[in-house]
């Protein structure tokens, strides 16, 4: 292309330096010769200038070498260490790096985005996740000159999964701080308990006692019931004895929520007192509802499902296998149909008698599951699949705004195992999409998981995977907990529940029960008087603490999903009145929500510079202690990190090259000056 662009611009500036100096003139042959190649080559040049294709420009690039600093900056640590002094530190390893020509980038717990001054550290974090933190790092480097992350921390971790069981990329450094001496302390490790039960109903609360650094010791357990003490005992440690389980039976009433105050008297000597008291709200319900999970055979999904709507004690969970005994509530208000209809199994008159009853149905599909039939009962959901089926593994869509499932809850998903599905196509105008099938890295359009809620009298769901059993099982394996298992079924258990609603305005918490490190989030939805979805009617919102102290916001509805967030709320238990105008005519929800203080942080000192000591060892780093600081700056790794040169290509408009411009116009100006002096125009 290039040579065909030389050759026409040659050939027309030819043309044209032929046509002016043909003619006679004063100048002497050599001259008129000269003059001419001047013409030709300028013509030409400019032509090449104006019609050349882009070129090619390659430019050497120097990226410094990045080292990462991960501060754990919990509250735990700043009971260890002094905070400003603990900065200064920090500060004095950043200057001794970059000395070596390395960049550095610090980042702390509180979000996925680098701390530019390390002053901003606070250390006041209510939780320790290790694991995201340093997965941060990596996802912000990636094909980046990161050489290395250096992880200051005490090593406890109390959220998230242990980062000693992930192979990351990066070498990792870890400066352990804290104190690894066992110290006296008695303390409320954990209390277990139900965050919603039945009215009138009741229900145990276990309270885990644990002794640190004592031998035999004594104390009083006092646990009280709004102002009403129910419970106090004297509790004896002997010798030996390093945790003590204690369980109550405590009876609800008819309010929203149930506030608990749980004693542990602290006893001389103790190195705090912080973790002697905890608090603990219980939601009530109003009424059960009956959930007919309908089986074709046994499964171990089957498990998984009740288990999961065993912990809402609202529900009422009956399990029927096919063929086996008999379907003892006629009218469910739920059924899960697992692997039915099936081809062994005719269920129609199950279906359709429930279907005129207006049941909300969920269809679990397995590798029993007549998917022809499945067809025809649906509204509007096709499967075309000649019998084949595929391995897949599954992503949250990004346009689910049904329910909400937290962040670190989602990010599970990765361990997930793959599930078999139908091989085919998938049809689905009018269904909402829960969770969409990956192939790879590829994520596709069809549904894994989806919702269909237009029949606001009979809801409808379906879950196209034979083996969510494995998704409980890995995250029980990884985490202790199959919570995002649990929440995506009870979740889509409570939506397909709710009854139509003649209601024009809706606003609700998204959880009943927060922790006082959350932001508080509300949901809010508002309708015109043909049940059309609007937007920008202005909500005022008044919280009220139980102690009797208001809070006032206000917020327009932007969207039907989340439109109000607010943090630093005091824990305890509030009531919420959020008023609009809709329609000319003002709406009014109410409700009632729980802020707890659980304080992770303070339930345990005793800092574990094993944990640092294994992430360092895994990832080809070392350990050190804090107070060998300094001496990490001297290790040959940081000595001899190599900056990275790498070429990057770039294309330009030929145009842009001013060098070529200012040649072109000292060839004019040649040719300009040549002809002045010899007396021509």
């Given at each position: 292309?290039?040579?065909?662009?030389?050759?026409f611009?040659?050939?027309?500036?030819?043309?044209?330096?032929?046509?002016?100096?043909s003619?006679?003139?004063?100048?002497?042959?050599?001259?008129?010769?000269?003059?001419?190649?001047l013409?030709?080559?300028?013509?030409a040049?400019?032509?090449?200038?104006?019609l050349?294709?882009d070129i090619?420009?390659?430019k050497?690039?120097?990226?410094?070498?990045?080292?990462?600093?991960?501060?754990?900056?919990?509250?735990?640590?700043?009971?260890?260490?002094?905070?400003?002094?603990?900065?200064?530190?920090?500060?004095?390893?950043?200057?001794?790096?970059?000395?070596?020509?390395?960049?550095?980038?610090?980042?702390?717990l509180?979000?996925?985005?680098?701390?530019?001054?390390?002053?901003?550290?606070?250390?006041?974090?209510p939780?320790?996740?290790?694991?995201?933190?340093?997965?941060?790092?990596?996802?912000?480097?990636?094909?980046?000159?990161?050489?290395?992350?250096?992880?200051?921390?005490?090593?406890?971790?109390?959220d998230?999964?242990?980062?000693?069981?992930?192979?990351?990329?990066?070498q990792?450094?870890?400066?352990g701080?804290?104190d690894?001496?066992?110290?006296k302390?008695?303390?409320?490790s954990?209390?277990?308990?139900?965050?919603?039960?039945?009215?009138?109903?009741?229900?145990?609360?276990?309270?885990?006692?644990?002794?640190?650094?004592?031998?035999?010791?004594?104390?009083?357990?006092?646990?009280?019931?709004?102002?009403l003490i129910?419970e106090?005992?004297?509790?004896?440690?002997g010798?030996t004895?390093?945790?003590?389980?204690?369980?109550?039976?405590?009876?609800?009433n008819?309010?929203?929520?149930?506030?608990?105050?749980?004693?542990?008297?602290?006893?001389?000597?103790?190195?705090?007192?912080?973790n002697?008291?905890?608090?603990?709200?219980?939601?009530?319900?109003?009424?059960e509802?009956?959930?007919?999970?309908?089986?074709?055979?046994?499964?171990?999904?089957?498990?998984?499902?009740?288990?999961?709507?065993?912990?809402?004690?609202?529900?009422?969970?009956?399990?029927?296998?096919?063929?086996?005994?008999?379907?003892?509530?006629?009218?469910?208000?739920?059924?899960i149909?697992?692997?039915?209809?099936?081809?062994d199994?005719?269920?129609?008159?199950?279906i359709?008698?429930?279907?005129?009853?207006?049941?909300?149905?969920?269809?679990?599909?397995?590798?029993?599951?007549?998917?022809?039939?499945?067809n025809?009962?649906?509204?509007?959901?096709?499967?075309?699949?000649?019998?084949?089926?595929?391995?897949?593994?599954?992503e949250?869509s990004?346009?689910?705004?049904?329910f909400?499932?937290?962040?670190?809850?989602?990010?599970r998903?990765?361990?997930?195992?793959?599930?078999?599905?139908?091989?085919?196509?998938?049809?689905?105008?009018?269904?909402?999409?829960?969770?969409?099938?990956?192939?790879?890295?590829?994520?596709?359009?069809?549904?894994l998981?989806?919702?269909n809620?237009?029949?606001?009298n009979q809801?409808?769901?379906?879950?196209?995977?034979d083996?969510i059993?494995?998704?409980s099982?890995?995250?029980?394996?990884?985490?202790?907990n199959?919570?995002?298992?649990?929440?995506?079924?009870?979740?889509?258990?409570?939506?397909?529940?709710?009854?139509?609603?003649?209601?024009?305005f809706?606003?609700?918490?998204?959880?009943q029960?927060?922790?006082?490190?959350?932001?508080?989030?509300?949901e809010?939805?508002?309708?015109?008087?043909?049940?059309?979805?609007?937007t920008?009617n202005e909500?005022?919102?008044?919280?009220?603490?139980?102690?009797?102290?208001k809070?006032?916001?206000?917020?327009?509805?932007?969207?039907?999903?989340?439109?109000?967030?607010?943090?630093?709320?005091?824990?305890?238990?509030?009531?919420?009145?959020?008023?609009?105008?809709?329609?000319?005519?003002?709406?009014?929800?109410?409700?009632?929500?729980?802020?707890?203080?659980?304080?992770?942080e303070?339930?345990?000192?005793l800092?574990?510079?094993?944990?640092?000591?294994?992430?360092?060892?895994?990832n080809?780093?070392?350990?050190?202690?804090?107070?060998?600081?300094?001496?990490?700056?001297?290790?040959?790794?940081?000595?001899?990190t190599?900056?990275?040169?790498?070429?990057?290509?770039?294309?330009?408009?030929?145009?842009?090259?001013?060098?070529?411009?200012?040649?072109?116009?000292?060839?004019l100006?040649?040719?300009?000056?040549?002809?002045?002096y010899?007396?021509?125009?």
């Amino acid at each position: 292309m290039h040579i065909i662009v030389i050759l026409f611009s040659v050939l027309i500036g030819t043309l044209y330096a032929f046509f002016l100096y043909s003619i006679p003139n004063q100048w002497s042959g050599k001259l008129n010769k000269l003059l001419f190649v001047l013409r030709t080559v300028t013509v030409a040049s400019i032509l090449w200038f104006l019609l050349a294709p882009d070129i090619k420009i390659n430019k050497k690039v120097k990226e410094n070498a990045i080292v990462a600093l991960a501060i754990d900056n919990s509250s735990s640590l700043k009971k260890i260490a002094q905070e400003s002094k603990l900065i200064e530190n920090i500060k004095m390893l950043s200057e001794d790096l970059k000395n070596k020509q390395i960049d550095i980038k610090i980042y702390d717990l509180t979000s996925e985005i680098k701390i530019e001054k390390i002053d901003s550290l606070k250390f006041n974090f209510p939780k320790t996740n290790l694991f995201n933190l340093i997965s941060n790092i990596e996802n912000d480097h990636i094909e980046q000159n990161l050489k290395s992350i250096i992880l200051i921390s005490d090593g406890i971790i109390n959220d998230g999964q242990s980062p000693v069981y992930q192979d990351f990329n990066s070498q990792i450094y870890t400066i352990g701080l804290g104190d690894t001496l066992v110290r006296k302390d008695l303390s409320i490790s954990q209390v277990n308990y139900n965050k919603l039960v039945n009215k009138n109903s009741k229900f145990p609360i276990k309270v885990t006692l644990k002794k640190t650094g004592f031998g035999a010791v004594k104390s009083i357990l006092t646990i009280k019931k709004g102002d009403l003490i129910i419970e106090k005992k004297e509790i004896s440690f002997g010798l030996t004895e390093k945790q003590k389980d204690i369980t109550i039976i405590s009876e609800s009433n008819e309010e929203p929520f149930l506030s608990y105050k749980i004693d542990f008297e602290p006893v001389m000597g103790e190195i705090t007192k912080i973790n002697n008291t905890k608090n603990i709200y219980i939601e009530t319900a109003q009424s059960e509802k009956n959930i007919l999970i309908f089986a074709l055979s046994p499964h171990p999904d089957l498990k998984v499902l009740k288990d999961a709507l065993s912990q809402n004690k609202e529900y009422k969970v009956e399990t029927y296998i096919q063929g086996i005994g008999e379907i003892q509530n006629k009218q469910p208000d739920l059924v899960i149909y697992h692997q039915i209809p099936s081809s062994d199994f005719n269920a129609n008159h199950y279906i359709l008698n429930f279907k005129k009853l207006n049941t909300p149905f969920w269809f679990i599909i397995g590798n029993q599951s007549n998917i022809a039939q499945t067809n025809a009962i649906l509204d509007g959901f096709k499967i075309m699949t000649n019998g084949q089926t595929d391995k897949v593994q599954v992503e949250f869509s990004k346009d689910f705004d049904k329910f909400l499932i937290p962040q670190n809850l989602t990010a599970r998903l990765v361990d997930f195992p793959p599930v078999i599905v139908p091989f085919g196509e998938y049809n689905h105008p009018i269904w909402d999409v829960v969770l969409y099938q990956k192939v790879g890295s590829f994520v596709t359009n069809k549904p894994l998981w989806a919702i269909n809620t237009q029949n606001k009298n009979q809801s409808t769901a379906i879950t196209i995977a034979d083996g969510i059993w494995q998704w409980s099982m890995i995250e029980k394996s990884t985490y202790d907990n199959d919570e995002l298992t649990q929440s995506l079924i009870l979740k889509t258990t409570q939506l397909l529940l709710a009854t139509k609603d003649k209601k024009k305005f809706r606003f609700a918490p998204i959880n009943q029960n927060f922790d006082i490190s959350d932001k508080i989030a509300f949901e809010s939805e508002s309708k015109n008087e043909v049940d059309e979805w609007i937007t920008g009617n202005e909500i005022d919102i008044l919280l009220t603490h139980k102690n009797g102290k208001k809070y006032n916001f206000n917020c327009i509805n932007s969207n039907n999903g989340v439109v109000f967030e607010t943090a630093g709320l005091p824990e305890g238990i509030y009531n919420f009145k959020a008023t609009s105008i809709i329609n000319k005519k003002e709406e009014i929800s109410n409700g009632t929500f729980s802020i707890s203080n659980i304080d992770i942080e303070n339930t345990n000192y005793l800092a574990d510079f094993n944990l640092l000591k294994n992430i360092a060892q895994k990832n080809n780093g070392l350990f050190y202690h804090y107070s060998n600081l300094k001496n990490i700056t001297n290790e040959k790794f940081f000595e001899n990190t190599q900056n990275k040169v790498y070429i990057e290509e770039s294309f330009s408009p030929t145009i842009q090259l001013k060098w070529i411009m200012f040649a072109i116009i000292l060839l004019l100006f040649t040719e300009w000056a040549a002809r002045k002096y010899l007396g021509s125009i």
